[in-house]
């Protein structure tokens, strides 16, 4: 029986709070899993997906080298949108299972990746399309939209 170490990643504290990304992608590979083999520990990461520095990841990775266990993700994107974090994590010799696509090779896998990398770039390249014609209607763009923390709008003395 194939042993398995779970990794999920959100990208920020509020997905992390909500729970509904990790749930999905919790039932994603406990459903993998339960057909191929045994779940030895699971590992949940709230991070963004641009940062490589990822303690849980590499706590996963030594569990699942000393129990000669492999990697399972849910999907591709969630793991990483950057082919060389996931080569070099597969170059580390870590096997790697996306439960969305279990049978996929090492080389698919890479090809994904590619993928997954690319529409990264499109969705920032749309978002910051999208912020330039907010801006330009005359939204208030930042994290309070013009207001103070309070609620208040921000005066701008000139």
């Keep these: 029986m194939m042993k398995y170490v779970a990794y999920y990643r959100v990208s920020t504290a509020k997905q992390g709070k909500s729970g509904l990304g990790l749930e999905a992608q919790k039932e994603t590979v406990r459903a993998f899993v339960e057909k191929e083999g045994e779940l030895i520990g699971e590992y949940v990461e709230v991070q963004s997906g641009r940062k490589d520095n990822r303690e849980e990841l590499w706590k996963a990775i030594r569990l699942a080298k000393s129990e000669g266990a492999r990697i399972v993700i849910a999907r591709l994107d969630r793991f990483s949108r950057k082919v060389s974090f996931i080569s070099g994590i597969m170059d580390q010799g870590v096997s790697l299972v996306v439960a969305e696509m279990p049978h996929a090779t090492e080389f698919q896998l ?37 207001l103070t923390p309070w609620g208040d709008p921000v005066v701008m003395l000139v």
């Excluded at 994904?112 to 399309?129: D, G, H, N, P, V």
């Design 110 to 146: 890479h090809i994904f990746a590619a993928l997954a990398q690319e529409e990264r770039r499109l969705i920032s390249e749309r978002t910051k399309a999208a912020l330039a014609q907010a801006k330009k209607r005359g939204a208030k763009l930042g994290r309070h939209g013009g």
